[in-house]
C-alpha cells in the first residue's frame, strides 16, 4: 500500500505517474469530458452497497463480451474494488506514452480499478474525496480504451461527491439499477435513481439480484428476501425491468475463483438482450430530440 501521507497530500503515490489530469474549466468548475472511441458510456449502480452491482456489471460486461461486443469496464468503486477479484486480475497498471493500459481479462476485457493500484488486495485505499474523484476521472479520460462499442462503469454506492463528479464530468448515455427485494435496498436505491433523475441521466432499466432460489429438486422458485416491489418501481419511473438474477451458489464460487467470465444462463443472456434493446431506445429517443 502507498505511505498514508497520500491521504493528505492529494497524490496516489501509487498512481501511474503519467496518468492524464482531469480536465475542466477554469475556476474549478466541471465540464463533461470526450467519449473518443466509444460509442455508450453506461453507469451501473445502486446507491447502496452489498446488492451486487459489481456482480451485475461483470456479468454483463462477459454477455456481451460473449456477443462479440467491444466491451471496457471501469471500476469507479474506488475505495471498495471488487471487480478485479471477480475476474481474477491483479496489477499494477502501465503507461506506454499513449495513455494508462487497461488490463485484461482473459476474453479481452479491458479493466481499470484502483485495486490495481495497491500491492495488498486487502489494504484500504484511504483517501479524500477530491482525489478519489480525480483518480476516476483519470481513469476515464487518461487510459487507453481504444475502440469500444460499450464502456460501463461500476459505480460506487452513495450520492455524493464521488456519484457526482462521475455524472458530471463522464458523458454517460444512461444508467442501470440493481435492486434487491427488500424494501430498506429499495428505499436506498431510489435515492440513487431520483439523483441520476435530477442531474438528467437517462434511467435504462432495473435488475433485482438475489430475486429468488431455485430449488436444486423441483426447480420451484423460492423468494428469499420476500417478493419484492422491482415491478412497481419501474413503473413508477417507466423504465423496464431488465431482469431477476437469482441466488445460485455456482455464480458466488465462479465470483470467488475470479472466474466470473465463465458464468452463464439464461437470466444473464436475457438481462444483456433487454439492456441492448433499452439502450437502443434510448439512443433513438436522443437522435429524434437532436
Not at 447502496?48 to 466491451?71: H, I
Request: glycine share 12%; with cysteine.
Amino acid at each position: 500500500m502507498a505511505e498514508p501521507t497520500e491521504a493528505t497530500t492529494g497524490r496516489p503515490s501509487s498512481a501511474p505517474p503519467s496518468a492524464a489530469p482531469a480536465r475542466g474549466r477554469p475556476g474549478g468548475v466541471l465540464q463533461k469530458m470526450g467519449k473518443g472511441q466509444i460509442t455508450h458510456v453506461v453507469a451501473v449502480g445502486s446507491g447502496k452497497g452489498g446488492v451486487g452491482k459489481s456482480s451485475t456489471t461483470a456479468l454483463l460486461a462477459a454477455e456481451l463480451r460473449r456477443r462479440g461486443l467491444a466491451v471496457g469496464l471501469l471500476d469507479a468503486d474506488v475505495t471498495g474494488p471488487s471487480i478485479p477479484r471477480l475476474f481474477g486480475l491483479s496489477g499494477p497498471l502501465v503507461d506506454k506514452g499513449e495513455g494508462i493500459e487497461a488490463s485484461r481479462s482473459a476474453s479481452g476485457i479491458p479493466i481499470v480499478s484502483s485495486q490495481f493500484l495497491v500491492e495488498d488486495e486487502q489494504a484500504p485505499v484511504i483517501w479524500r474525496g477530491p482525489l478519489v474523484t480525480r483518480l476516476i476521472m483519470q481513469f476515464f479520460g487518461g487510459v487507453n480504451w481504444g475502440k469500444l462499442d460499450y464502456l460501463l462503469i461500476d459505480m460506487p454506492p452513495g450520492t455524493s461527491d464521488v456519484p457526482l463528479t462521475v455524472f458530471q464530468t463522464i458523458p454517460i448515455d444512461g444508467m442501470v439499477f440493481v435492486f434487491t427485494p427488500q424494501d430498506l435496498a429499495a428505499m436506498i436505491v431510489k435515492k440513487a435513481m431520483n439523483m441520476a433523475r435530477d442531474l438528467h441521466v437517462p434511467l435504462l432499466g432495473v435488475v433485482e439480484n438475489m430475486s429468488y432460489l431455485s430449488c436444486p429438486h423441483c426447480h420451484e422458485r423460492i423468494p428469499l428476501f420476500g417478493a419484492g416491489s422491482l415491478d412497481k418501481i419501474a413503473g413508477e419511473y417507466g423504465v423496464p425491468v431488465l431482469g431477476k438474477v437469482p441466488v445460485d451458489p455456482a455464480l458466488s464460487d465462479a465470483a470467488d475463483h475470479g472466474r466470473i467470465e465463465g458464468y452463464a444462463s439464461p437470466e444473464i443472456a436475457a438481462i444483456a438482450e433487454a439492456f441492448l434493446a433499452a439502450v437502443a431506445h434510448q439512443t433513438s429517443d436522443a437522435l429524434t430530440t437532436l
